[in-house]
């Protein structure tokens, strides 16, 4: 984390790390647990651009869960009320009032949705990234099964394993680096014990008593089910559902900027508008993209034009999105044509 970390005592006396920035609405970002944030900010330049983002909007709030990260690492309560603690110490810690509680693909979401349920008058908003009310899908699935017997077998294999199962195909380089760093942010046992009470997390008979506005977003070629998506919208009385291009695992790896305008809409965000004539703010190869996006072609035509993989110019296309206040190519294009940098105006 780049940020000075504080921490919070839950009341079975465990010690979560928390870091906060930016100032207004409060936006708590759970991790994809049993896992921490992992690299953060400061090796991953996707997710520094989110966290801009967000923190541009209100108070982005993370923490690392029990066992994990900066947090204690020796806990044994790996349940859904020991998870749900963690979220109590943090925003207690802070004295919130209210917050938006935002849970990723993990068991981080029936988490989201029992502490929903269990605290209506804390939870303003509920966002839920690739949502399920369990995990039998994943923890059930017998290849995941054999990558999990590897925890003892091979910690540093399990974790090489993991991340390619996680993430999909990635860069070799950043695959090892998020395999050492998730070594280095967990424990095998605690992970082991973590996986082990997460297959046990259902949270179906619950979906109904989630009072707050809640927005489903669901990964269109992702690994998790369009039904389980389909089901705890239909399940939580307040729900809507956003479909969103591409197969990333990570929220911000992939047309973060269609997810970020699903949460200005659903939020009542506005984000800064574009400045007419600012464009001193595009570095040169920021420009040259924007002239290719604006003239319809796709994020692959553009590598290839460029020569750059695509989750490059995906964060390139995420920056000049930030820089120009667009939420989409269409807005990206008129900005273009109206500074003459589209190509041919």
């Given at each position: ?9 839950t ?27 992992g ?65 990723p ?26 949502a399920?009310?369990h ?89 998790q ?9 239909s ?28 949460i ?82």
């Amino acid at each position: 984390m780049d940020r000075p970390t504080q921490y919070a005592r839950t009341q079975d006396g465990v010690k979560i790390a928390f870091t906060t920035k930016g100032e207004g609405i409060a936006y708590v970002e759970m991790s994809p647990i049993p896992f921490c944030h992992g690299a953060g900010p400061a090796e991953v330049p996707e997710w520094q651009v989110w966290d801009e983002e967000i923190s541009r909007r209100g108070m982005l709030v993370m923490y690392d869960p029990r066992g994990t990260g900066m947090s204690d690492r020796d806990v044994t309560d790996y349940s859904l009320e020991g998870w749900a603690s963690d979220i109590d110490a943090v925003v207690d810690a802070l004295a919130l009032k209210t917050f938006v509680l935002f849970a990723p693909d993990s068991v981080a979401v029936p988490v989201a949705i029992a502490y929903a349920a269990d605290k209506p008058e804390r939870v303003s908003h509920l966002i839920l990234w690739q949502a399920h009310a369990h995990l039998r899908h994943v923890i059930g699935d017998p290849g995941f099964a054999t990558v999990l017997e590897l925890i003892d077998r091979d910690w540093e294999l399990f974790s090489q394993v993991l991340v390619q199962v996680m993430e999909g195909y990635v860069e070799a380089e950043t695959a090892q680096r998020e395999a050492a760093m998730l070594r280095e942010l967990h424990t095998p046992h605690g992970l082991k014990a973590a996986f082990a009470a997460a297959g046990t997390v259902d949270v179906t008979e619950i979906l109904s008593q989630v009072q707050a506005p809640t927005l489903v977003l669901h990964r269109r070629e992702g690994r998790q089910p369009l039904d389980d998506a389909m089901e705890v919208t239909s399940g939580i009385p307040n729900a809507g559902l956003t479909i969103i291009e591409g197969s990333a695992f990570g929220w911000a790896l992939q047309h973060p900027e269609a997810i970020l305008q699903a949460i200005d809409e659903f939020l009542g965000w506005v984000s800064e508008p574009a400045q007419k004539g600012n464009t001193t703010r595009l570095s040169p190869r920021e420009r040259e993209v924007l002239a290719l996006l604006a003239s319809g072609k796709s994020t692959r035509e553009i590598g290839a034009e460029l020569v750059l993989t695509g989750r490059t110019v995906e964060r390139h296309i995420s920056n000049i999105y930030r820089k120009i206040g667009a939420h989409n190519r269409a807005q990206a294009t008129a900005f273009a044509l109206d500074h003459g940098l589209a190509r041919g105006s």
